[in-house]
Protein backbone atom coordinates (compact mmCIF):
# COMPACT_ATOMS: atom_id res chain seq x y z
CA UNK A 1 0.00 0.00 0.00
CA UNK A 2 1.53 3.50 -1.03
CA UNK A 3 1.69 5.38 2.72
CA UNK A 4 1.57 8.59 1.30
CA UNK A 5 -1.15 8.29 -0.89
CA UNK A 6 -3.25 7.26 1.94
CA UNK A 7 -1.60 9.88 4.33
CA UNK A 8 -2.99 12.57 1.32
CA UNK A 9 -6.31 11.17 1.12
CA UNK A 10 -6.74 11.18 5.12
CA UNK A 11 -5.70 15.10 4.54
CA UNK A 12 -8.17 15.91 1.75
CA UNK A 13 -11.14 13.70 3.19
CA UNK A 14 -10.33 12.82 6.49
CA UNK A 15 -10.82 16.33 8.44
CA UNK A 16 -13.50 17.40 6.61
CA UNK A 17 -15.51 20.35 8.97
CA UNK A 18 -18.91 19.66 8.43
CA UNK A 19 -20.20 24.01 8.40
CA UNK A 20 -22.57 25.18 5.59
CA UNK A 21 -20.36 25.46 1.73
CA UNK A 22 -19.79 29.55 0.80
CA UNK A 23 -18.22 30.15 -2.39
CA UNK A 24 -15.29 32.13 -2.59
CA UNK A 25 -15.07 35.39 -4.78
CA UNK A 26 -13.68 34.95 -8.37
CA UNK A 27 -10.47 37.21 -7.54
CA UNK A 28 -10.11 35.34 -4.22
CA UNK A 29 -10.34 31.60 -6.74
CA UNK A 30 -7.67 32.89 -8.61
CA UNK A 31 -5.67 33.99 -6.00
CA UNK A 32 -5.65 30.75 -4.39
CA UNK A 33 -5.35 28.53 -7.92
CA UNK A 34 -2.03 30.33 -8.57
CA UNK A 35 -0.58 29.75 -5.03
CA UNK A 36 -1.58 26.14 -5.47
CA UNK A 37 0.65 25.82 -8.87
CA UNK A 38 3.31 27.81 -7.21
CA UNK A 39 3.43 24.87 -4.54
CA UNK A 40 3.49 22.47 -7.33
CA UNK A 41 6.21 23.86 -9.22
CA UNK A 42 8.63 24.17 -6.18
CA UNK A 43 7.94 21.13 -5.29
CA UNK A 44 9.22 20.17 -9.20
CA UNK A 45 11.88 22.78 -8.67
CA UNK A 46 13.43 21.04 -5.60
CA UNK A 47 12.87 17.56 -7.24
CA UNK A 48 15.11 18.18 -10.56
CA UNK A 49 17.47 20.18 -8.08
CA UNK A 50 18.11 16.67 -6.09
CA UNK A 51 18.25 14.60 -9.29
CA UNK A 52 20.60 16.40 -11.37
CA UNK A 53 22.91 16.98 -7.86
CA UNK A 54 23.03 13.04 -7.16
CA UNK A 55 23.27 12.46 -10.86
CA UNK A 56 26.11 14.64 -11.39
CA UNK A 57 27.60 13.32 -8.25
CA UNK A 58 27.87 9.63 -9.77
CA UNK A 59 29.41 11.26 -12.91
CA UNK A 60 31.93 12.77 -11.62
CA UNK A 61 33.34 9.71 -9.35
CA UNK A 62 32.31 7.32 -11.47
CA UNK A 63 30.38 5.47 -9.16
CA UNK A 64 27.80 5.62 -6.61
CA UNK A 65 28.55 5.11 -2.83
CA UNK A 66 26.75 3.47 -0.21
CA UNK A 67 27.03 7.02 1.08
CA UNK A 68 25.55 8.74 -1.82
CA UNK A 69 22.81 6.14 -1.91
CA UNK A 70 21.86 6.45 1.62
CA UNK A 71 22.04 10.37 1.49
CA UNK A 72 19.66 10.21 -1.47
CA UNK A 73 17.23 8.14 -0.35
CA UNK A 74 16.94 10.49 3.07
CA UNK A 75 16.69 13.45 0.45
CA UNK A 76 13.84 11.49 -1.28
CA UNK A 77 11.81 10.91 1.77
CA UNK A 78 12.16 14.54 3.31
CA UNK A 79 10.68 15.37 -0.22
CA UNK A 80 7.71 13.10 0.23
CA UNK A 81 7.12 14.75 3.80
CA UNK A 82 7.85 17.59 1.90
CA UNK A 83 4.97 17.06 -0.67
CA UNK A 84 2.43 16.04 1.88
CA UNK A 85 2.93 19.14 4.34
CA UNK A 86 2.82 21.26 0.71
CA UNK A 87 -0.77 19.44 0.17
CA UNK A 88 -1.68 19.49 4.30
CA UNK A 89 -0.83 23.65 3.25
CA UNK A 90 -3.07 23.79 0.34
CA UNK A 91 -5.63 21.62 1.61
CA UNK A 92 -6.61 23.39 5.15
CA UNK A 93 -4.48 27.16 4.79
CA UNK A 94 -6.06 27.37 1.37
CA UNK A 95 -9.29 25.45 1.82
CA UNK A 96 -8.48 23.76 -1.41
CA UNK A 97 -11.84 21.87 -1.36
CA UNK A 98 -13.65 25.18 -1.38
CA UNK A 99 -11.93 26.47 -4.21
CA UNK A 100 -12.93 23.24 -6.27
CA UNK A 101 -16.70 23.35 -4.80
CA UNK A 102 -16.66 27.02 -6.15
CA UNK A 103 -15.75 26.00 -9.30
CA UNK A 104 -17.44 23.47 -10.61
CA UNK A 105 -21.09 24.67 -9.08
CA UNK A 106 -24.06 23.32 -7.55
CA UNK A 107 -24.95 19.64 -7.97
CA UNK A 108 -21.69 18.25 -9.22
CA UNK A 109 -20.74 14.59 -9.60
CA UNK A 110 -18.84 13.45 -6.26
CA UNK A 111 -16.19 11.42 -7.98
CA UNK A 112 -15.09 14.54 -10.48
CA UNK A 113 -15.07 17.07 -7.00
CA UNK A 114 -13.07 14.45 -5.06
CA UNK A 115 -11.05 13.90 -8.12
CA UNK A 116 -9.90 17.24 -8.38
CA UNK A 117 -9.60 17.82 -4.58
CA UNK A 118 -6.53 15.24 -4.99
CA UNK A 119 -5.23 16.79 -8.27
CA UNK A 120 -2.67 18.90 -6.23
CA UNK A 121 -1.16 15.79 -4.54
CA UNK A 122 -1.00 13.73 -7.81
CA UNK A 123 0.67 16.44 -9.41
CA UNK A 124 3.16 17.25 -6.66
CA UNK A 125 3.81 13.61 -7.10
CA UNK A 126 4.47 13.58 -10.92
CA UNK A 127 6.75 16.32 -11.03
CA UNK A 128 8.51 14.85 -8.10
CA UNK A 129 9.06 11.33 -9.77
CA UNK A 130 10.05 13.75 -13.38
CA UNK A 131 12.76 15.45 -11.45
CA UNK A 132 14.05 12.98 -9.68
CA UNK A 133 14.49 10.47 -12.80
CA UNK A 134 18.47 11.04 -13.58
CA UNK A 135 18.96 10.47 -9.94
CA UNK A 136 17.16 6.71 -9.93
CA UNK A 137 18.40 6.04 -13.56
CA UNK A 138 22.24 6.80 -12.23
CA UNK A 139 21.84 4.83 -8.85
CA UNK A 140 20.01 1.44 -10.87
CA UNK A 141 22.77 1.58 -13.08
CA UNK A 142 25.15 0.33 -10.75
CA UNK A 143 23.13 -3.06 -9.83
CA UNK A 144 24.05 -4.54 -13.38
CA UNK A 145 21.05 -3.62 -15.02
CA UNK A 146 21.26 -3.21 -18.38
CA UNK A 147 17.54 -2.20 -19.61
CA UNK A 148 17.04 1.16 -18.38
CA UNK A 149 13.79 3.05 -19.32
CA UNK A 150 12.76 6.54 -20.67
CA UNK A 151 12.12 9.06 -18.86
CA UNK A 152 8.27 9.58 -19.29
CA UNK A 153 8.28 5.64 -19.77
CA UNK A 154 9.62 6.06 -15.84
CA UNK A 155 6.97 8.34 -14.54
CA UNK A 156 3.68 6.23 -15.84
CA UNK A 157 5.38 3.06 -13.92
CA UNK A 158 5.53 5.05 -11.21
CA UNK A 159 1.80 6.28 -11.82
CA UNK A 160 0.52 2.88 -12.25
CA UNK A 161 2.36 1.27 -9.04
CA UNK A 162 1.23 3.64 -6.47
CA UNK A 163 -1.70 5.30 -7.80
CA UNK A 164 -3.15 2.53 -10.43
CA UNK A 165 -4.21 0.35 -7.64
CA UNK A 166 -5.80 2.31 -4.63
CA UNK A 167 -7.75 5.40 -7.19
CA UNK A 168 -10.02 2.60 -8.65
CA UNK A 169 -10.74 1.11 -5.73
CA UNK A 170 -11.98 4.99 -4.47
CA UNK A 171 -13.87 5.53 -7.58
CA UNK A 172 -15.87 2.42 -7.54
CA UNK A 173 -16.24 3.32 -3.97
CA UNK A 174 -17.18 7.07 -4.05
CA UNK A 175 -19.45 6.00 -6.85
CA UNK A 176 -21.26 3.29 -4.76
CA UNK A 177 -21.64 6.22 -2.04
CA UNK A 178 -23.03 8.39 -4.36
CA UNK A 179 -25.35 5.64 -5.24
CA UNK A 180 -26.56 4.84 -2.06
CA UNK A 181 -26.98 8.31 -0.89
CA UNK A 182 -29.18 9.42 -3.53
CA UNK A 183 -31.20 5.94 -3.97
CA UNK A 184 -31.83 4.78 -0.62
CA UNK A 185 -30.86 8.17 1.74
CA UNK A 186 -32.32 6.38 5.17
CA UNK A 187 -29.89 3.81 4.62
CA UNK A 188 -26.88 6.06 3.96
CA UNK A 189 -27.84 8.01 7.22
CA UNK A 190 -27.91 4.74 9.47
CA UNK A 191 -25.56 3.12 11.83
CA UNK A 192 -25.63 -0.25 9.44
CA UNK A 193 -24.01 2.34 6.61
CA UNK A 194 -20.21 1.92 7.01
CA UNK A 195 -20.00 -1.58 8.31
CA UNK A 196 -22.26 -2.59 5.55
CA UNK A 197 -20.26 -0.43 2.91
CA UNK A 198 -17.39 -2.00 3.92
CA UNK A 199 -18.32 -5.45 3.62
CA UNK A 200 -19.59 -4.44 0.25
CA UNK A 201 -16.35 -2.71 -0.15
CA UNK A 202 -14.13 -5.64 1.12
CA UNK A 203 -16.07 -8.13 -1.56
CA UNK A 204 -15.50 -6.25 -4.67
CA UNK A 205 -11.53 -5.99 -3.62
CA UNK A 206 -11.30 -9.24 -3.19
CA UNK A 207 -12.90 -10.47 -6.33
CA UNK A 208 -12.03 -7.05 -8.75
CA UNK A 209 -8.17 -6.40 -7.52
CA UNK A 210 -6.80 -9.38 -9.85
CA UNK A 211 -8.56 -7.43 -12.51
CA UNK A 212 -7.62 -3.53 -11.04
CA UNK A 213 -3.48 -5.13 -10.99
CA UNK A 214 -3.52 -6.26 -14.81
CA UNK A 215 -5.45 -3.03 -15.53
CA UNK A 216 -2.58 -1.29 -12.87
CA UNK A 217 0.44 -2.14 -13.64
CA UNK A 218 1.95 -3.23 -16.78
CA UNK A 219 2.32 -7.23 -16.77
CA UNK A 220 2.71 -10.24 -19.30
CA UNK A 221 2.32 -13.94 -18.94
CA UNK A 222 5.42 -15.45 -18.09
CA UNK A 223 7.04 -17.45 -21.34
CA UNK A 224 7.26 -20.49 -21.93
CA UNK A 225 10.78 -22.28 -21.29
CA UNK A 226 12.96 -23.85 -17.99
CA UNK A 227 11.22 -21.61 -14.85
CA UNK A 228 7.55 -21.40 -16.46
CA UNK A 229 8.16 -25.67 -16.44
CA UNK A 230 9.66 -25.26 -12.86
CA UNK A 231 7.13 -23.04 -11.61
CA UNK A 232 3.75 -24.91 -13.14
CA UNK A 233 5.75 -28.23 -11.46
CA UNK A 234 6.32 -26.92 -8.11
CA UNK A 235 2.69 -25.43 -8.09
CA UNK A 236 1.44 -28.79 -9.11
CA UNK A 237 3.44 -30.91 -6.50
CA UNK A 238 2.21 -28.28 -3.93
CA UNK A 239 -1.85 -28.69 -4.85
CA UNK A 240 -1.38 -24.79 -5.78
CA UNK A 241 -3.93 -23.57 -8.37
CA UNK A 242 -3.97 -19.78 -10.11
CA UNK A 243 -5.32 -18.86 -13.85
CA UNK A 244 -1.52 -17.21 -14.87
CA UNK A 245 1.85 -16.32 -14.11
CA UNK A 246 2.93 -13.03 -14.89
CA UNK A 247 5.70 -10.94 -15.34
CA UNK A 248 5.16 -7.59 -13.11
CA UNK A 249 7.40 -4.48 -15.69
CA UNK A 250 9.13 -2.33 -13.12
CA UNK A 251 11.76 -0.86 -15.68
CA UNK A 252 14.10 -3.04 -13.58
CA UNK A 253 13.19 -1.27 -10.74
CA UNK A 254 11.60 -3.65 -8.35
CA UNK A 255 12.97 -6.58 -7.19
CA UNK A 256 9.72 -8.67 -5.42
CA UNK A 257 6.80 -10.74 -6.03
CA UNK A 258 3.04 -11.09 -4.76
CA UNK A 259 0.20 -13.54 -5.11
CA UNK A 260 -3.69 -12.23 -5.33
CA UNK A 261 -7.04 -13.28 -5.57
CA UNK A 262 -8.41 -15.32 -3.13
CA UNK A 263 -10.54 -17.57 -5.65
CA UNK A 264 -8.40 -19.58 -7.98
CA UNK A 265 -10.69 -18.34 -11.29
CA UNK A 266 -9.25 -14.92 -10.32
CA UNK A 267 -5.97 -15.84 -8.89
CA UNK A 268 -2.46 -14.11 -10.28
CA UNK A 269 1.30 -15.08 -9.31
CA UNK A 270 4.08 -11.29 -9.95
CA UNK A 271 7.31 -12.04 -10.10
CA UNK A 272 9.03 -8.70 -11.26
CA UNK A 273 11.27 -8.25 -14.08
CA UNK A 274 14.20 -7.31 -12.07
CA UNK A 275 13.40 -10.24 -9.82
CA UNK A 276 13.66 -12.52 -12.89
CA UNK A 277 16.94 -10.89 -14.38
CA UNK A 278 18.51 -11.17 -11.21
CA UNK A 279 17.40 -14.18 -9.41
CA UNK A 280 18.57 -17.94 -10.30
CA UNK A 281 15.76 -19.95 -11.22
CA UNK A 282 16.23 -22.22 -7.54
CA UNK A 283 16.18 -18.66 -5.69
CA UNK A 284 12.98 -17.23 -7.93
CA UNK A 285 11.23 -20.63 -6.86
CA UNK A 286 11.89 -20.02 -3.74
CA UNK A 287 10.44 -17.00 -3.86
CA UNK A 288 6.84 -18.29 -5.62
CA UNK A 289 6.73 -20.94 -3.01
CA UNK A 290 6.94 -18.27 -0.58
CA UNK A 291 3.80 -16.84 -2.02
CA UNK A 292 1.68 -20.12 -2.45
CA UNK A 293 2.48 -20.23 1.29
CA UNK A 294 0.08 -17.21 1.79
CA UNK A 295 -2.61 -18.54 -0.10
CA UNK A 296 -2.60 -22.28 1.16
CA UNK A 297 -2.38 -20.86 4.69
CA UNK A 298 -5.24 -18.93 3.52
CA UNK A 299 -4.05 -15.46 5.07
CA UNK A 300 -5.92 -13.12 2.21
CA UNK A 301 -9.39 -14.61 3.30
CA UNK A 302 -7.99 -14.19 7.08
CA UNK A 303 -6.91 -10.33 6.69
CA UNK A 304 -10.03 -9.40 5.47
CA UNK A 305 -11.81 -11.35 8.67
CA UNK A 306 -9.71 -9.23 10.43
CA UNK A 307 -10.36 -5.66 8.98
CA UNK A 308 -13.79 -6.66 9.49
CA UNK A 309 -14.00 -7.41 12.65
CA UNK A 310 -11.33 -4.71 13.62
CA UNK A 311 -14.45 -2.50 12.69
CA UNK A 312 -15.81 -4.40 16.04
CA UNK A 313 -12.78 -3.30 17.89
CA UNK A 314 -12.81 0.19 16.75
CA UNK A 315 -15.94 0.78 17.71
CA UNK A 316 -15.07 -0.20 21.71
CA UNK A 317 -12.17 1.57 21.46
CA UNK A 318 -13.91 4.75 20.71
CA UNK A 319 -16.70 4.43 23.02
CA UNK A 320 -13.67 4.14 25.63
CA UNK A 321 -11.89 7.01 24.20
CA UNK A 322 -14.37 9.67 24.17
CA UNK A 323 -14.82 10.45 27.55
CA UNK A 324 -11.21 11.28 27.70
CA UNK A 325 -10.94 13.30 24.76
CA UNK A 326 -13.96 15.46 25.95
CA UNK A 327 -12.00 16.14 28.53
CA UNK A 328 -8.64 16.60 27.11
CA UNK A 329 -10.48 18.58 24.49
CA UNK A 330 -12.26 20.90 27.34
CA UNK A 331 -8.40 21.64 29.09
CA UNK A 332 -6.79 22.50 25.44
CA UNK A 333 -10.12 25.18 25.29
CA UNK A 334 -11.85 22.74 23.01
CA UNK A 335 -14.88 24.55 23.47
CA UNK A 336 -14.21 28.33 22.08
CA UNK A 337 -12.53 27.01 19.33
CA UNK A 338 -14.29 24.28 17.62
CA UNK A 339 -11.56 23.49 14.85
CA UNK A 340 -9.34 22.73 17.36
CA UNK A 341 -11.63 20.19 19.46
CA UNK A 342 -11.98 18.77 15.63
CA UNK A 343 -8.04 18.31 15.09
CA UNK A 344 -7.61 16.77 18.76
CA UNK A 345 -10.70 14.56 18.11
CA UNK A 346 -9.28 13.37 14.50
CA UNK A 347 -5.39 12.91 15.67
CA UNK A 348 -6.71 11.18 19.14
CA UNK A 349 -9.00 8.62 17.00
CA UNK A 350 -6.24 8.30 13.85
CA UNK A 351 -3.67 7.42 17.17
CA UNK A 352 -5.46 4.83 18.68
CA UNK A 353 -6.54 3.01 15.44
CA UNK A 354 -3.18 3.65 14.29
CA UNK A 355 -1.87 1.87 17.53
CA UNK A 356 -4.32 -0.72 17.47
CA UNK A 357 -3.32 -1.84 13.68
CA UNK A 358 0.68 -1.64 14.08
CA UNK A 359 0.32 -3.80 16.91
CA UNK A 360 -1.98 -6.52 16.92
CA UNK A 361 -2.00 -6.58 12.75
CA UNK A 362 1.79 -6.14 12.56
CA UNK A 363 2.41 -9.37 14.87
CA UNK A 364 -0.16 -10.79 13.07
CA UNK A 365 1.11 -10.28 9.77
CA UNK A 366 4.75 -10.69 10.48
CA UNK A 367 3.81 -14.21 11.77
CA UNK A 368 2.60 -14.89 8.60
CA UNK A 369 4.96 -13.73 7.01
CA UNK A 370 7.13 -16.40 9.05
CA UNK A 371 4.99 -19.02 8.08
CA UNK A 372 4.97 -18.35 4.37
CA UNK A 373 9.06 -18.61 4.55
CA UNK A 374 8.70 -21.63 6.22
CA UNK A 375 6.73 -22.28 3.13
CA UNK A 376 9.00 -21.71 0.84
CA UNK A 377 11.66 -23.31 2.07
CA UNK A 378 9.72 -26.77 2.31
CA UNK A 379 8.73 -25.92 -1.70
CA UNK A 380 12.76 -26.02 -2.44
CA UNK A 381 13.28 -28.86 -0.18
CA UNK A 382 14.21 -32.47 -1.05
CA UNK A 383 12.47 -35.74 0.49
CA UNK A 384 15.89 -36.74 1.75
CA UNK A 385 16.57 -37.49 5.25
CA UNK A 386 20.43 -37.49 4.18
CA UNK A 387 21.08 -34.39 2.31
CA UNK A 388 23.14 -32.83 0.86
CA UNK A 389 23.47 -34.18 -1.62
CA UNK A 390 20.61 -32.40 -2.37
CA UNK A 391 18.18 -33.65 -4.67
CA UNK A 392 15.79 -31.59 -6.94
CA UNK A 393 12.02 -31.96 -7.14
CA UNK A 394 10.97 -29.77 -9.66
CA UNK A 395 13.97 -30.76 -12.22
CA UNK A 396 11.70 -33.62 -14.16
CA UNK A 397 8.45 -32.33 -15.01
CA UNK A 398 6.32 -35.51 -14.21
CA UNK A 399 7.57 -36.48 -10.70
CA UNK A 400 5.12 -35.78 -8.71
CA UNK A 401 6.82 -36.33 -4.98
CA UNK A 402 6.83 -33.77 -2.66
CA UNK A 403 8.68 -32.99 0.55
CA UNK A 404 7.24 -32.61 3.79
CA UNK A 405 10.25 -31.52 6.25
CA UNK A 406 12.70 -29.07 4.96
CA UNK A 407 15.78 -30.13 4.17
CA UNK A 408 19.38 -27.50 4.99
CA UNK A 409 20.13 -27.58 1.17
CA UNK A 410 16.12 -25.89 0.34
CA UNK A 411 16.39 -23.10 3.82
CA UNK A 412 19.61 -22.11 2.25
CA UNK A 413 18.30 -21.77 -1.44
CA UNK A 414 15.54 -19.53 0.57
CA UNK A 415 17.77 -17.38 2.82
CA UNK A 416 19.89 -16.72 -0.46
CA UNK A 417 16.66 -14.88 -2.43
CA UNK A 418 16.03 -13.69 0.65
CA UNK A 419 19.58 -12.08 0.86
CA UNK A 420 19.18 -10.86 -2.41
CA UNK A 421 16.02 -9.48 -2.77
CA UNK A 422 16.99 -7.26 -0.08
CA UNK A 423 20.60 -6.53 -1.46
CA UNK A 424 19.05 -5.53 -4.55
CA UNK A 425 16.47 -3.72 -3.01
CA UNK A 426 18.86 -1.39 -1.14
CA UNK A 427 17.43 -2.63 2.11
CA UNK A 428 19.78 -2.81 5.46
CA UNK A 429 19.57 -5.85 6.70
CA UNK A 430 19.48 -4.74 10.30
CA UNK A 431 16.14 -3.07 10.01
CA UNK A 432 13.23 -4.03 10.95
CA UNK A 433 9.98 -4.12 9.04
CA UNK A 434 6.56 -3.26 10.38
CA UNK A 435 4.86 -5.43 8.12
CA UNK A 436 7.68 -8.03 7.66
CA UNK A 437 10.55 -8.25 10.22
CA UNK A 438 14.07 -7.37 9.35
CA UNK A 439 15.85 -9.48 6.86
CA UNK A 440 18.57 -10.39 9.37
CA UNK A 441 16.05 -12.40 11.74
CA UNK A 442 14.04 -14.29 9.22
CA UNK A 443 17.07 -15.91 8.03
CA UNK A 444 18.22 -16.78 11.63
CA UNK A 445 14.92 -17.94 12.43
CA UNK A 446 14.75 -20.61 9.55
CA UNK A 447 18.68 -21.29 10.26
CA UNK A 448 17.12 -22.60 13.49
CA UNK A 449 14.60 -25.14 12.12
CA UNK A 450 17.04 -27.07 10.40
CA UNK A 451 17.03 -30.66 11.32
CA UNK A 452 14.52 -29.56 14.20
CA UNK A 453 10.88 -30.70 12.58
CA UNK A 454 9.58 -30.33 15.98
CA UNK A 455 10.49 -27.15 16.45
CA UNK A 456 8.31 -26.25 13.01
CA UNK A 457 5.16 -28.32 14.18
CA UNK A 458 5.79 -26.14 17.37
CA UNK A 459 5.99 -23.13 15.27
CA UNK A 460 2.54 -23.65 13.36
CA UNK A 461 0.66 -24.64 16.35
CA UNK A 462 1.21 -21.14 17.69
CA UNK A 463 0.40 -19.28 14.59
CA UNK A 464 -2.56 -21.45 14.34
CA UNK A 465 -3.13 -20.58 18.44
CA UNK A 466 -2.90 -17.04 17.46
CA UNK A 467 -5.31 -17.26 14.58
CA UNK A 468 -8.08 -18.80 16.51
CA UNK A 469 -7.29 -16.46 19.96
CA UNK A 470 -7.58 -12.95 17.31
CA UNK A 471 -10.28 -14.75 16.09
CA UNK A 472 -12.09 -14.90 18.81
CA UNK A 473 -11.41 -11.89 20.35
CA UNK A 474 -12.68 -10.22 17.20
CA UNK A 475 -15.65 -12.24 17.24
CA UNK A 476 -16.71 -11.17 20.37
CA UNK A 477 -15.90 -7.09 20.12
CA UNK A 478 -18.09 -7.19 17.17
CA UNK A 479 -21.37 -9.21 19.14
CA UNK A 480 -20.78 -6.46 21.81
CA UNK A 481 -20.40 -3.36 19.65
CA UNK A 482 -23.64 -4.25 18.02
CA UNK A 483 -25.22 -4.86 20.89
CA UNK A 484 -24.05 -2.37 23.00
CA UNK A 485 -24.34 0.13 20.07
CA UNK A 486 -20.70 1.66 20.19
CA UNK A 487 -21.18 0.65 16.69
CA UNK A 488 -22.52 4.22 16.24
CA UNK A 489 -18.85 5.79 16.87
CA UNK A 490 -17.64 4.40 13.56
CA UNK A 491 -19.76 6.90 12.20
ZN1 LIG B 1 4.99 -12.53 1.99
ZN1 LIG C 1 17.80 -31.22 0.09
Known amino acids: MPLPLLFALFLAFGLESAGPFAPLPNAELG ?23 VSARVARSGHASQALRRGYSRCARILEILILVSFSAIIHQWEWPRVVRTALGRGSVTVVEEALILLPFVLMQLVSWWGLYPAEKKLRAGFGVTRTTGRGRYVMLRARQTLGLVLPVLVVFSLGQDLVSRQWPALAASAWALPFEVCLMGLLVLVLSPVFIRLAWPTRPLPHGPLRERLEHQAQRLGFRCSDILIWDTGQSVVNACVTGSLPRFRYVLLTDALIDCLNDHEIAAVFGHEIGHIAHRHLLYFGFFFLGSLGVLALLGEAIDPPLLALSNVLGGQSHPILATIIQAVMVLLTAGLYF ?11 ERQADVFGCRAVS ?20 SATGLCPVG ?25 HGSIARRIAFLEGLEGKP ?18 LVLVLAVLIALATGSVEHLR
Do not use: K, Y
Not at 31 to 53: D, E, I, Q
Not at 385 to 391: G, M, N, R, V
Not at 416 to 434: C, D, I, K, P, Y
Open 31 to 53: RRVTATFGLVTLVSLASMGLGFW
Open 358 to 368: LVVFGHVSRRF
Open 382 to 401: CDRAECPPHHDLDRQPGRGS
Open 411 to 435: IRIFANALTNVATLNGMEFQTRSWR
Open 454 to 471: EAVIRFQSGVSRLRAVVA
